[in-house]
């Protein structure tokens, strides 16, 4: 496969375009797609490549600089966009480990929380997850029924979360839980920073469609103890918290989508112009070719409204109708896509040869984790003063 590096210079500086082509050439070496293959089909998580890239300096990425950090939004989204390129099980990773529970942490945490993980993040030696859906509280995830009972220094967890991205490989795993039942369904809600070690703590992988190199779990919460000073943020005043996290984590499945999407048109591109009928390569053919220029509009569409949400964040914008857009219409585009490639290379497409098939089952899920396409669209209305 071959990178097709975009003109970005509206909104990435000559060094920020340096460090998004070497995040690319980098991978090109340490996550062939023989590895990917490898990681998808026996289920394995990537410890190589999260070993390599931690080395690399990547998870310092957005990560305050009096912990260790380095980099702004900008190369967040640079480093999304490639690594998905290559390797969706890795984005996917530091999407949860630093966007999602990292964020939380760097604005919410005590000083004692955020000295102990923040620089092991950076480091690429920490594995975060987070715990907020539940059976019963999918989009609706406010109406989470996890018990956490504050007993004298500590909190007391009951209940069960369910599509947990990364648990079994994460150090803690960062779970919302109702600490106050006599408050409304949004106030009352607490997160709390688990160790994965913790009596009475278990989780289950899920096997899905896709996906397979990160597993998602159900983890079970069975009196759960752990200390008071491990809440993160103010107690009872989680959820208003952590939706202020939550644009910063749609950039990133946005930039993701594309990354992928881009990979997706690249293999399907290569197939077309190697693949003979009639006597001549498919390309040639107008119902193919047209195919892959939509593709490509569509994709590089996605590539804009990232950067521009991406760029809102930067700059101290309210980016939340930039970043709910982008991260519609790039998993939108990054489905649409993957069908158009199986199509493209026929029955080698849906083939475990080729990698289309593992874009084809993996597409389907960024429209639903990370906020469904739904959900997005309801915070899109409100933005737009619907």
């Known amino acids: 496969m071959v990178t097709v590096m975009r003109d970005l210079t509206p909104y990435l500086d000559e060094a920020q375009l340096q460090w998004r082509e070497s995040v690319d050439k980098f991978l090109q070496k340490k996550c062939t797609p023989d590895y990917v293959r490898e990681c998808d089909e026996k289920k394995r998580f990537p410890n190589e490549l999260i070993e390599a890239t931690g080395e ?34 890795l984005s996917r990773t530091w999407n949860v480990t630093v966007n999602m529970v990292g964020g939380a942490i760097a604005r919410f ?40 009972t504050v007993k004298d220094s500590t909190v007391v967890i009951n209940g069960t979360k369910m599509w947990i991205t990364g648990a079994m490989t994460a150090n803690y795993i960062l779970t919302a839980c109702r600490t106050d039942p006599n408050s409304s369904k949004h106030d009352g809600i607490s997160i709390v920073l688990v160790p994965k070690d913790t009596p009475g703590l278990t989780i289950n992988p899920i096997d899905l469609l896709g996906g397979h ?85 569509q994709v590089d569409a996605a590539r804009l409204m990232t950067y ?23 998993s939108d585009t990054y489905l649409k896509v993957a069908i158009e490639g199986v199509q493209i290379m026929g029955a080698n497409g849906y083939a475990s040869e080729y990698a289309m098939q593992r874009h084809f089952r993996e597409s389907k899920l ?16 409100k933005g737009m003063g619907l």
């Open 56 to 89: 690399a300096g990547w998870w310092a990425i957005t990560i305050p600089e009096e912990y260790g950090g380095i980099g702004s939004y900008m190369e967040m989204a640079a480093l999304m966009e490639m690594a998905a390129y290559h390797s969706v099980a």
């Open 366 to 381: 960024f429209q639903i984790f990370g906020g469904t396409n739904e959900i997005q669209r309801n915070v899109a209305a």
């Open 213 to 297: 190199a990160v597993r998602t779990c159900e983890v079970n919460y069975q009196d759960v103890e752990v200390p008071l000073d491990l809440v993160v943020g103010d107690l009872h005043g989680g959820w208003k918290q952590l939706l202020t996290v939550l644009a910063k984590e749609r950039v990133s499945l946005a930039a993701m989508c594309v990354g992928a999407a881009q990979a997706a048109i690249d293999l399907a591109t290569s197939y077309a112009t190697q693949r003979n009928q009639f006597g001549r390569r498919i390309s040639a053919f107008q119902a193919v070719s047209h195919k892959l220029v939509d593709m490509q509009i």
């Open 308 to 330: 521009r949400a991406a760029r809102l964040l930067q700059d101290g914008f309210d980016a939340n109708l930039a970043a709910s857009q982008a991260k519609i219409f790039a």
């Open 109 to 148: 945490a005590s000083p004692a929380i955020k000295q102990k993980i923040l620089p092991r993040i950076a480091e690429g030696k920490m594995l975060l997850a987070f715990a907020l859906s539940e059976n019963g509280s999918g989009s609706d995830a406010a109406s989470l029924t996890t018990k956490g």
